[in-house]
């Protein structure tokens, strides 16, 4: 009946020397040499995580203080395994090597009645009297306290092995009195080499990459490894591959975890839900998705950094223009999803609903920052040549109402005053009848583009123009244009103020492509929010300025018929602001100046 007594793997290979030890080389290397050269403590602190070591190496140090093999009467480095004292304390039935568990002996009443009274007395076979204390954090102070004196101060044959996973809650007074070993978690390869001798010895086939996935979900812990090897065993037999081991731990297929990270990284909306469809129909746990969501965002993290290897194959293609900070900021904020779904009565609802916050909520600033410095010192996308301009239109020209029949032909001289006439910035050019037909050639006037192109249709088309040039599109969709005729003002409002740096730099740009479109020249400048609201007086007005008179307003249909002309031939408009939208188009076709 003894025979086929079940033993779990965690027990049946425990190691029983310092060389079984796996992953803790430099702490069995020390404790040997110590061994061997007679530097043994009267106490030892041991701490670190779960399953790494930590009892076991306690047990193996008090073998070593009292191993008899060989006829030896010092203590060992090799503990033989064979004597009476060693078969005793690998079974925890040695009567000098006491284990006590501190979180079941938290009183002080216990402590004394366990160790202090004790301690004094003589050992009733063995070389040394061991007292190993497992998880010593939980005692409370009181017993802190009365064990203080007793480890600062033991008798010579007196050993302390401490052991904890929290090393911050024991009294600096007792780590003060102890050798401390810190005992690091098992890497992954570390894990897996040793799970795979394991499963050679028990006749059990374990493939590498069954045998890597148990090791990466046993949290650098040999014991919790060993664990999930014996349930893997269970579960499939004596054949172990890494499907049954993502099914029987009900982890979350490469490919959805892969969806999900595009999702996440692209804010796709639509695919980010589509993701939780598949989770529900496949009967998948929320928080174990979120758990290796979580991870594999980490592994990329790493991988985005140069280190480590492709948690899932095309992590190359998501991570594309992906910055490791925005990696880390989807982990932090999935872990706290994770607290909160643990007390959500619908857990797949409220996983997707906390993933979509994480998603709206985390922005690449590094990107962001990346392609700020790249506008700031004026580079334009690689291989990229923009749109085509789009083929510029022959100006058409400017047409007013028909003239009525046998209505004399007004020229650009009759325009001017004498005054202006006399002046020397009159214009000379031979007279031009502005309303002639579109058949006449040479004497054709063409019109500005504003009467063909509005300045609000240039400015749309010039977007147009640069959507694949990032840079400046990005100058252009973050700023408010005042348009004037012959010059716009770019103003950028608070808070956008860091646009003004690229902008400048964009300048003559923008202006080639407006007078490429429109076949005009138009001044691009910079200003402010107050500076802009200002009306713009484009030209200087000599001498004394003059009160406009008051006659009726010149005809929005006929502005330069003969009648109308005889009335207000005496007009002299003393600033471009003043004048009638007429006479600013005529003046950007033919330069001239209007003088008092």
């Not at 193996?60 to 503990?79: E, F, R, V």
């Not at 779904?341 to 709206?360: I, P, Q």
């Not at 602001?577 to 950007?588: F, G, S």
């Amino acid at each position: 009946m003894e025979e086929n007594t079940y033993i779990s793997l965690a027990n049946k290979y425990r190691p029983q020397t310092f060389e079984d030890m796996v992953g803790q080389e430099s702490i069995s290397k020390t404790l040997q040499n110590a061994l061997k050269s007679g530097r043994i403590a009267h106490a030892y602190l041991f701490y670190g995580p779960r399953g790494c070591g930590k009892t076991t190496t306690a047990r193996i140090l008090a073998k070593a203080l009292n191993c008899t093999g060989n006829g030896s009467t010092k203590p060992t480095a090799a503990p033989c395994g064979k004597c009476p004292q060693c078969l005793e304390i690998a079974q925890s039935a040695d009567l000098d090597v006491l284990e006590l568990d501190a979180a079941s002996n938290t009183q002080v009443e216990k402590v004394r009645e366990a160790i202090i009274d004790t301690v004094a007395l003589a050992s009733t076979r063995d070389r040394f009297k061991v007292f190993i204390l497992d998880e010593v954090h939980m005692l409370s102070s009181s017993s802190f306290n009365a064990l203080l004196k007793t480890i600062e101060e033991p008798p010579a044959h007196v050993v302390f092995i401490l052991a904890t996973t929290e090393k911050h809650k024991v009294p600096a007074t007792i780590v003060s009195r102890c050798q401390t070993f810190r005992f690091r978690p098992l890497t992954v390869d570390e894990i897996t080499d040793h799970l795979l001798d394991l499963s050679g010895a028990e006749n059990i086939d374990l493939t590498p990459a069954a045998a890597k996935i148990i090791a990466k979900n046993a949290g650098g812990a040999m014991r919790d490894a060993l664990t999930l090897l014996d349930r893997a065993i269970a579960f499939s037999g004596n054949r172990i591959d890494e499907k049954l081991v993502g099914e029987m731990l009900g982890l979350t297929p490469d490919e959805l975890i892969k969806q999900t990270v595009q999702a996440l990284v692209q804010k796709d909306h639509a695919a980010l839900h589509q993701t939780f469809e598949t989770l529900a129909a496949e009967g998948f746990d929320a928080n174990s998705f979120l758990k290796d969501l979580k991870n594999t965002l980490g592994d990329l993290f790493y991988f985005s950094l140069g280190q480590g290897s492709e948690p899932f194959e095309g992590a190359n293609q998501v991570l594309d223009g992906v910055s490791p900070g925005l990696l880390a900021q989807l982990s932090r904020k999935i872990n706290k999803v994770i607290e909160e779904v643990k007390f959500a009565d619908n857990a797949l609802m409220s996983a997707e609903v906390g993933l979509f916050t994480v998603m709206d909520s985390c922005l690449d600033i590094d990107a962001f920052v990346r392609r700020l410095e790249a506008l700031e010192k004026g580079v334009v996308n690689a291989g990229s040549d923009g749109p085509a301009v789009p083929p510029v239109s022959k100006p058409v020209s400017r047409s007013f109402s028909p003239k009525p029949e046998n209505q004399p032909v007004i020229q650009r001289e009759k325009v001017l005053t004498p005054e202006i006439k006399k002046t020397k910035t009159a214009v000379t050019a031979t007279p031009i009848n502005i309303l002639a037909e579109e058949s006449a050639e040479t004497e054709e006037i063409a019109a500005p583009v504003s009467a063909v192109i509005s300045n609000r249709q240039l400015w749309d088309k010039m977007l147009k123009h640069f959507e694949k040039s990032p840079f400046v599109y990005d100058v252009m969709s973050n700023c408010t244009v005042h348009f004037n005729e012959t010059e716009w003002t770019l103003v950028f409002e608070a808070g956008k103020e860091f646009y003004q740096i690229p902008a400048q730099n964009k300048l003559a740009e923008l202006e080639a492509v407006a007078q490429k479109i429109s076949g005009r020249t138009i001044h691009i400048k910079l200003g402010t929010a107050q500076t802009a609201e200002k009306p713009a007086v484009n030209k200087k007005i000599s001498g004394r300025e003059k009160q406009k008179t008051t006659v009726e307003p010149i005809s929005n249909e006929e502005p330069f018929v003969a009648d109308s002309f005889e009335k207000d031939a005496a007009e002299v408009y003393t600033s471009l602001t003043d004048a009638p939208q007429e006479v600013k188009d005529v003046l950007d076709v033919i330069p001239g100046e209007l003088l008092a």
